[in-house]
């Protein structure tokens, strides 16, 4: 092994990296529009390479040998499935038994001087941090992927971006800020959250600097609205706004803000994975660094097309920590591969419907928190929040849908009537609804201050 340090230039070939995985605006007029079978010829051969890569590591390694499977074994994309799968409680034990790093990372501490390293943690919404190492490949790579979500957006080379999200252990300020400021040639305003610059001069920043953008969650995007607000502006024309890279709630931050929002999907190991189009038809996943399968929550076999299950998803992309049929238990619809309204045959996932690790069985009949969520809340005068307890009642399981709304307390009751009957007909059993005025909930889902809202606690 050589011990001279390399710098991040002599670590990676660009060239080949532009090759690899096409950045933005190129990307949208070549890799974005192949045939499905140039598409599925390059991952099969990626998916062969992370597969040899990752039996190296010892997680790995162990699970497949006590599986019975060998990186040999794979000769089609179908035969990905022979490998096992693992969940988030897996790489848990592997950090207890081996910590801090657990055993599934693919590049070492020892190693940093000749290859460049950075180490980022998970947002530990469900759980302990998790730590991932990078290699400088796999931070490049995962760069150009931001980027391509970034500009499928709506933002373009030579923009000023706010990124308001938190500069910490977490990845998601960092892979933006890369992404922004390596690939797409933007000039970052590096204003963190709330705590860091007021949410006033937040505004002020954006507004002076003619932000294209302001990268954070929608809940905070919206809160920022409020505050332009008070200060006498309308966010529709008192911004430039071009772009609303945000999650949230699409539907009142383009009514806030009059732009476009895309769903998008991604998490923090293997970064953004899938884009919404302007066709609205489900999100494009990137698959020259990603396979995704959906798989049956409870037993961990890929289910058809078009059913909802568990993302179960392998990287090809990357050189260091391998994510290899990671079920990752975010809920979601694979959908069958056709050629998209806008050009591209690149496989579609539905958007993001709950977590599978959340799912409860009432009654012999299994019930995501989400789902009641969803079912709840189709009625005008209720607003976009609500949060689900399962609860012991005596002898039986029940859960509880909390709603709220700004209608009078008068018509509370005929609201939870209507929604308890909404969701006996979606689901077959009976779901108790309680009413409550706005941001009565604001304890339970941390709305406001967490990028990832609860929707559900179990008190059984
Ligand atoms: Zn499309």
Same mark, same amino acid.
């Given at each position: 092994? &050589?011990?001279?340090?390399?710098?991040?230039?002599?670590?990676?070939?660009?060239?080949?990296?532009?090759?690899?995985?096409?950045?933005?605006?190129?990307?949208?007029?070549?890799?974005?529009?192949?045939?499905?079978?140039?598409?599925?010829?390059?991952?099969?051969?990626?998916?062969?390479?992370?597969?040899?890569?990752?039996?190296?590591?010892?997680?790995?390694?162990?699970?497949?040998?006590?599986?019975?499977?060998?990186?040999?074994?794979?000769?089609?994309?179908?035969?990905?499935?022979?490998?096992?799968?693992?969940?988030?409680?897996?790489?848990?034990?592997?950090?207890?038994?081996?910590?801090?790093?657990?055993?599934?990372?693919?590049?070492?501490?020892?190693?940093?001087?000749?290859?460049?390293?950075?180490?980022?943690?998970?947002?530990?919404?469900?759980?302990?941090?998790?730590?991932?190492?990078?290699?400088?490949?796999?931070?490049?790579?995962?760069?150009?992927?931001?980027?391509?979500?970034? *500009?499928?957006?709506?933002?373009?080379?030579?923009?000023?971006?706010?990124?308001?999200?938190?500069?910490?252990?977490?990845?998601?300020?960092?892979?933006?800020?890369?992404?922004?400021?390596?690939?797409? &040639?933007?000039?970052?305003?590096?204003?963190?959250?709330?705590?860091?610059?007021? &949410?006033?001069?937040?505004? #002020?920043?954006?507004?002076?600097?003619?932000?294209?953008?302001?990268?954070?969650?929608?809940?905070?995007?919206?809160?920022?609205?409020?505050?332009?607000?008070?200060?006498?502006?309308?966010?529709?024309?008192?911004?430039?706004?071009?772009?609303?890279?945000?999650?949230?709630?699409?539907?009142?931050?383009?009514?806030?803000?009059?732009?476009?929002?895309?769903?998008?999907?991604?998490?923090?190991?293997?970064?953004?994975?899938?884009?919404?189009?302007?066709?609205?038809?489900?999100?494009?996943?990137?698959?020259?660094?990603?396979?995704?399968?959906?798989?049956?929550?409870?037993?961990?076999?890929?289910?058809?097309?078009?059913?909802?299950?568990?993302?179960?998803?392998?990287?090809? *992309?990357?050189?260091?920590?391998?994510?290899?049929? *990671?079920?990752?238990?975010?809920?979601?619809?694979?959908?069958?591969?056709?050629?998209?309204?806008?050009?591209?045959?690149?496989?579609?996932?539905?958007?993001?419907?709950?977590?599978?690790?959340?799912?409860?069985?009432?009654?012999?009949?299994?019930?995501?928190?989400?789902?009641?969520? #969803?079912?709840?809340?189709?009625?005008?005068?209720?607003?976009?929040?609500?949060?689900?307890?399962?609860?012991?009642?005596?002898?039986?399981?029940?859960?509880?849908?909390?709603?709220?709304?700004?209608?009078?307390?008068?018509?509370?009751?005929?609201?939870?009537?209507?929604?308890?009957?909404?969701?006996?007909?979606?689901?077959?059993?009976?779901?108790?609804?309680?009413?409550?005025?706005?941001? &009565?909930?604001?304890?339970?889902?941390?709305?406001?201050?967490?990028?990832?809202?609860?929707?559900?606690?179990?008190?059984?």
């Amino acid at each position: 092994m &050589s011990t001279k340090l390399r710098r991040p230039f002599e670590v990676i070939d660009y060239p080949e990296l532009m090759r690899t995985h096409v950045p933005p605006p190129e990307y949208f007029e070549t890799d974005y529009l192949i045939s499905p079978e140039a598409i599925e010829a390059r991952q099969l051969e990626r998916l062969k390479q992370r597969a040899a890569r990752a039996y190296q590591v010892p997680f790995f390694r162990k699970r497949w040998d006590a599986a019975g499977f060998h990186p040999d074994q794979i000769r089609s994309l179908a035969d990905l499935s022979r490998a096992p799968s693992y969940t988030v409680d897996d790489i848990r034990k592997s950090i207890e038994q081996h910590p801090p790093l657990g055993d599934y990372q693919g590049a070492s501490l020892e190693n940093a001087a000749v290859d460049p390293l950075r180490v980022f943690m998970s947002g530990a919404t469900t759980g302990a941090a998790r730590p991932t190492l990078y290699t400088q490949w796999d931070r490049e790579a995962g760069a150009i992927l931001t980027a391509r979500a970034l *500009y499928a957006q709506g933002i373009r080379p030579g923009d000023v971006v706010l990124n308001a999200w938190a500069y910490s252990t977490h990845n998601g300020a960092f892979s933006m800020d890369e992404a922004l400021h390596r690939w797409l &040639s933007c000039v970052v305003l590096t204003t963190g959250t709330g705590n860091v610059t007021s &949410s006033r001069r937040q505004v #002020e920043l954006a507004r002076q600097y003619k932000a294209t953008a302001i990268l954070t969650t929608g809940d905070y995007l919206l809160h920022l609205a409020d505050v332009a607000r008070e200060m006498g502006l309308d966010p529709k024309k008192d911004f430039h706004l071009k772009a609303l890279p945000n999650i949230g709630d699409r539907e009142k931050l383009e009514a806030t803000f009059g732009v476009p929002n895309y769903q998008s999907y991604g998490f923090h190991e293997v970064q953004w994975v899938a884009i919404e189009c302007p066709a609205r038809k489900g999100l494009h996943v990137f698959e020259d660094a990603f396979i995704v399968q959906v798989v049956d929550p409870e037993t961990h076999e890929p289910v058809a097309e078009g059913q909802q299950g568990s993302i179960c998803l392998t990287e090809i *992309y990357k050189t260091g920590s391998p994510q290899f049929r *990671y079920n990752i238990q975010d809920l979601s619809t694979l959908l069958p591969r056709e050629k998209c309204d806008c050009g591209s045959w690149l496989r579609r996932i539905a958007p993001f419907a709950g977590r599978a690790d959340n799912m409860v069985k009432l009654r012999g009949v299994n019930i995501w928190p989400e789902a009641i969520g #969803e079912v709840a809340l189709q009625d005008p005068r209720l607003e976009n929040e609500y949060f689900v307890r399962a609860v012991r009642e005596g002898a039986r399981d029940e859960m509880i849908a909390h709603v709220t709304t700004r209608a009078e307390a008068a018509h509370w009751d005929e609201i939870q009537r209507d929604a308890e009957a909404r969701l006996k007909e979606r689901f077959g059993v009976r779901l108790k609804v309680e009413v409550s005025g706005i941001d &009565s909930l604001d304890a339970w889902t941390e709305v406001k201050t967490s990028p990832k809202p609860k929707r559900f606690r179990d008190e059984r």
